[in-house]
């Protein structure tokens, strides 16, 4: 069973920084990302990275948002910067597999004060 493990949510002001991370069980992973979802919103893009770095972001997370993985430790990582209260919700973890199975993380909740 593949597992993966989110961690890093919480509360920040506006402005602040918050860095989430998210280990898989060892699989092999072809796309691990990020996903949100607000309050009475659909589930919502945020940044994708490929196991060679190609990232690929949201027009909101464009510049204050970076998602980088380690290979090695099957982890990948969004580090978010200069975080707005539209930025609240719960982010969830998303991996796809080298055959194109997809999982996903329990999801880590993300507040972010005016």
């Known amino acids: 069973q593949v597992q993966l493990v989110e961690s890093g949510g919480g509360l920040v002001q506006a402005g602040g920084s918050l860095r989430l991370s998210c280990a898989a069980s060892?699989?092999?992973?072809?796309?691990m990302g990020w996903y949100r979802q607000a309050p009475g919103k659909q589930r919502e893009l945020v940044a994708t990275v490929t196991s060679g770095g190609r990232t690929n972001y949201a027009d909101s997370a464009k510049g204050r948002f970076t998602i980088s993985r380690d290979n090695a430790k099957n982890t990948v990582y969004l580090q978010m910067n200069s975080l707005k209260p539209e930025d609240t919700g719960v982010y969830y973890c998303?991996?796809?597999?080298?055959?194109?199975?997809?999982?996903w993380g329990q999801g880590t909740q993300v507040t972010v004060s005016s």
């Open positions: 060892r699989i092999i992973l072809s796309i």
């Open positions: 998303n991996a796809i597999s080298i055959v194109s199975r997809e999982y």
